[in-house]
């Protein structure tokens, strides 16, 4: 487990890369916000406002400006294209969480108002933290297969934002519960389940609060295949309660693995997020950890 270190000397190069589309809505203040903190911190500062997943322009804008740190402000998503850029560089990821839920920002402890997460970009510390690779993607945070994953569709497609929102179609979602029976290969080992869902952890808990994973640690080069075991509807209330008050792991419900390496294969297809972001209906899913692959700043 490596420790955060103590930045040893002021930023003074700084990219902004900014998702104008995260959240509620485009904040148009937000450019101007930062042009001022920039001012009167001394920084040399370039903005990039993302309008899509322009991973080769961000690239650019790094190769040509250097700077001495990269800034994201938008939700998981934007986080998780950054942590796909920035993997295994020695150039570290601040955040100013912008988004709907914020789970990264949240894991890492970094506050929701602008000018905090900026203290925090100006004089926090360097952690490295891992990241998981699955079917080729990146993952900073939490992925899913099966119920919740269907859920985040749902939500997706929704132009309503909120935990409101979100709760809206979990309980529509649990009248369709899908079973699935998961073949696992994890460090060696072949196991069998069944289950109406399993989340792939790097992370401990979703940005609504609630604690999927208790044993979650981002440094600690393993993560955790999460299983909701199938369950009677009258119980879904118990398993939200329990992962609210970080009691998951106390559920007849849940098993708890962590691996180093895993390939699951389900029975039959089912949706596949990663961070927030809706990848198809899989089959098969392979992940593995990469230990201290990205360096973020925190408080």
Known sequence: MQKAVELTEK???????????????????????????????????????????YEAEIKSEIQLFSPDIVV??????????????????????????????????????????????????????????????INGKICIHLADVGLNARVVKRFE?????????YARHLFGEVFLLKVYTFRIWMDGIKIKRK??????????KYGTGAVINPEGKLDDGKFELVIIKPFPGIKLLSIAWKMFVNQLHTSDYVEIISCHSAKVFSNKKTTLQIDGEVFGKVKEISIESLPGALKVIVP
């Open 11 to 53: 930023h003074s190069k700084i990219l902004f890369i900014i998702n104008p589309r995260s959240g509620r809505g485009p904040d148009k203040a937000l450019p101007i916000h930062i042009a001022g903190y920039a001012k009167k911190s001394h920084w040399d500062i370039r903005i990039y406002l993302l309008q899509g997943n």
């Open 72 to 133: 994201a402000a938008g939700g998981d998503g934007t986080i998780n294209l950054m942590a796909e850029i920035l993997n295994g560089s020695s150039i570290p990821l601040g955040i100013i969480p912008t988004g709907s839920a914020n789970g990264m920002a949240k894991e890492l402890n970094i506050p929701s108002k602008i000018e905090s997460a900026l203290e925090v970009c100006s004089n926090g510390k360097t952690k490295a933290i891992d990241l998981m690779r």
């Open 157 to 165: 497609e929704d132009t309503k934002r909120g935990l409101l929102t």
């Open 195 to 204: 289950g109406v869902s399993m989340t792939f952890a790097n992370a401990s």
